[in-house]
């Protein structure tokens, strides 16, 4: 089931996602990489995020954090346990994500990916993202979908 986040509950095993599967990708320096996990709870607040849980008190396999800006959805991180891939939970949460989106006006989603992470990348490609360009100093993919403005 997807359900919105309960940070109580649900954010150490965010943050051990965050901490297993996407910092491994990352290309930042260790001192700016630690500023931006300590700065996790903050950049939770701002946003959405969503997570799959087998049932509604059961804690999260998947998670989604996106945040909405005039017609832009930006998928901020997404990440899912590997015990639980190939279930389709991110290809879930990033509907939910979209079609929360799409409802609030936005017509295009954005999403960084990093470099090395030929997964994610393909992973949105599929989903119809496609690569707009890459950024060297991050060292990430940008990659752009047009979505459906449902009002």
Known sequence: MIRYRRPKQDDPVIFELIHKELVPFSNLPPQEL?????????????????VVSP?????????????VHGDLLYIDMM??????RR????????????????????SRAKVLVDRDNTRAHQ???????????????SACFELEKRLLVRR
Do not use: W
Not at 95 to 105: I, L, Q, T, V
């Open 79 to 84: 990440a899912v346990s590997p015990a639980h």
């Open 87 to 106: 279930k389709r939970h991110g290809k879930a949460l990033l509907a939910h994500a979209e079609n929360f989106a799409g409802s609030r006006g936005c």
């Open 55 to 67: 049932c509604y008190e059961s804690d999260p396999v998947a998670f989604i954090h996106f945040m």
């Open 34 to 50: 630690n500023a931006v996990l300590k700065d996790l709870p903050k950049r939770l607040a701002r946003g959405v995020t969503l």
């Open 123 to 137: 992973f949105y490609r599929k989903l119809g993202y496609r690569t707009v360009r890459f950024i060297q100093p």
